[in-house]
């Protein structure tokens, strides 16, 4: 199952990927608290699938690790894979289904909202059949893994900069005369935060 690394070496890798995974969930849990995840059911769904999957793929990492000497087809290596394998599908389909959901809606974002889809869709379009056809410890899976890596970052710098809120960023200025209608007494801040 590691080759061509070593048992060893593929164990720590695999106890690493476990760690980023766990990461990753918690990612998945801010993508699900976001604004924007709450909007529609499809969207609540989505997110939630991903957490869910996400979370699965902890447990997969470490069953990976437990079979690190296993020849790759055996029965041992496929169980360990199939969790692994189902988590990702799910994360993957969560993400999608997110990532279409939030650009129905429409955010002012929408390169920030299309992030989750691109993502779900290089993970489970490029990232899965590349890994499966060369092997998990292939120099080709370590390549799109890096690249699925970069953008779990770039998702993590959206969420994290509000980009999914569909608020985030300067707020248009109500005109004066809209501020009276409603009965508004607030007082608008000056460039330097002092009342005007």
């Known amino acids: 199952m590691s080759y061509p690394l070593s048992p060893g070496t593929f164990r720590f890798g695999q106890i690493f990927f476990a760690l980023t995974q ?33 979370v699965i793929t902890v447990p997969g990492e470490l069953a990976l690790a437990l079979v690190a000497d296993a020849v790759i087809d055996s029965t041992r290596a496929s169980a360990a894979s199939s969790v692994f394998g189902v988590g990702i599908v799910l994360a993957d389909a969560g993400l999608i289904v997110f990532g279409v959901s939030a650009l ?10 299309a992030l989750p889809l691109v993502f779900g869709v290089f993970q489970l379009g490029v990232v899965t059949p ?3 056809a060369a092997g998990f410890a292939s120099t ?3 390549m799109v893994i890096t690249a699925q890596d970069l953008l779990v970052v770039l998702l993590g710098i959206v969420i994290m900069r509000r980009g999914l809120d569909d608020r985030g ?28």
Do not use: H, N, W, Y
Request: aromatic share 4%; net charge positive; charged share 25%.
């Open 130 to 132: 590349v890994s499966f």
């Open 22 to 54: 766990a990461l990753m969930s918690l990612g998945m849990i801010a993508l699900a608290r976001t604004p924007l995840s709450r909007r529609t059911r499809s969207s609540k769904v989505g997110a939630g699938l991903a957490v869910v999957g996400f």
């Open 104 to 113: 129905r809606a429409r955010p002012r974002r929408r390169l920030a909202a």
């Open 140 to 142: 080709a899976a370590f």
């Open 169 to 196: 960023g300067p707020q248009p200025e109500r005109p004066l005369g809209d501020r009276e209608a409603t009965g508004s007494t607030e007082q608008d801040a000056g460039p330097d935060g002092a009342s005007t």
